[in-house]
């Protein structure tokens, strides 16, 4: 079992930035992804990355904007959100699937365990 600890959402003016935090308990291999989810809207994707970080995703609403990170040795995963949005205002979750190596998933069904979520919000 894992367990995924989500940090660093708030409330921030357009334009401003954020840095979201995801702490992994175990010790197992994962595929890393943050996921969003809006009032009244379907959870989607922001962006994930593979064990190794040799491989990224970004959704198009993000990309130029969002940087995902990870660090293994600090079971820790980032995202670094600049020039956020009014539209970047949701439910920010971190999802982890089991598995090293790099392979990416950018689905919802994909993932095997989830954390709490933190909330974003962004003021025009």
């Known amino acids: 079992q894992v367990q995924l600890v989500e940090s660093g959402g708030g409330l921030v003016q357009a334009g401003g930035s954020l840095r979201l935090s995801c702490v992994a308990s175990?010790?197992?291999?994962?595929?890393l992804g943050w996921f969003r989810q809006a009032p009244g809207k379907e959870r989607d994707i922001v962006a994930s990355?593979?064990?190794?970080?040799?491989?990224?995703y970004y959704a198009d609403s993000v990309k130029g904007r969002f940087t995902i990170s990870r660090d293994n040795a600090k079971n820790t995963m980032y995202l670094q959100m600049n020039n956020l949005k009014p539209e970047d205002t949701a439910v920010y979750y971190c999802?982890?699937?089991?598995?090293?190596?790099?392979?990416?998933?950018?689905?919802?069904?994909?993932?095997?365990?989830w954390g709490q979520g933190t909330q974003v919000t962004v003021s025009s």
């Open positions: 990355i593979s064990w190794s970080s040799d491989y990224t």
């Open positions: 175990g010790r197992s291999r994962y595929s």
């Open positions: 999802a982890a699937r089991s598995g090293g190596g790099s392979y990416l998933f950018i689905g919802v069904r994909d993932y095997e365990y």
